[in-house]
């Protein structure tokens, strides 16, 4: 028998788990309070166990956790999540200022 290692070759990270409209729509539900999974799915056109599929997207990205309460699962957004992604964008505008500053700062190049 050949054994062969296991090898994620797929994950998701904020970005990309966020870059699907049901998702994003989940995760901006959970941003104003904690959810259920049936909640959730209130208004969505997909059925519950795809939200609680999307939610494992979410969850396996960092953005939301999950506690249970009696036979449900309370999702809610994952602080520490959010902060990665807050990093990101923070660490991209700073990028971005600081090209513009240059380019703004760069000398003019006399027109013939």
């Not at 941003?31 to 969850?59: D, F």
């Not at 999950?66 to 957004?77: E, L, M, P, T």
Request: aromatic share 6%.
């Amino acid at each position: 028998m050949i054994r062969l290692p296991c090898v994620i070759t797929y994950r998701h990270d904020g970005w990309s788990a966020l870059g699907d409209h049901t998702r994003r729509t989940i995760f901006e539900r959970l941003a104003e309070r904690p959810r259920a999974v049936g909640e959730l799915a209130i208004g969505l056109p997909v059925s519950r166990p795809a939200v609680s599929q999307h939610l494992r997207v979410l969850k396996d990205a960092g953005l939301v956790v999950d506690q249970r309460a009696g036979n449900r699962r309370i999702y809610r957004v994952n602080p520490d999540g959010l902060a990665e992604l807050r990093a990101d964008l923070d660490r991209f505008w700073s990028s971005t200022l600081a090209a513009y500053k240059a380019a703004v700062e760069q000398p003019e190049e006399e027109v013939l």
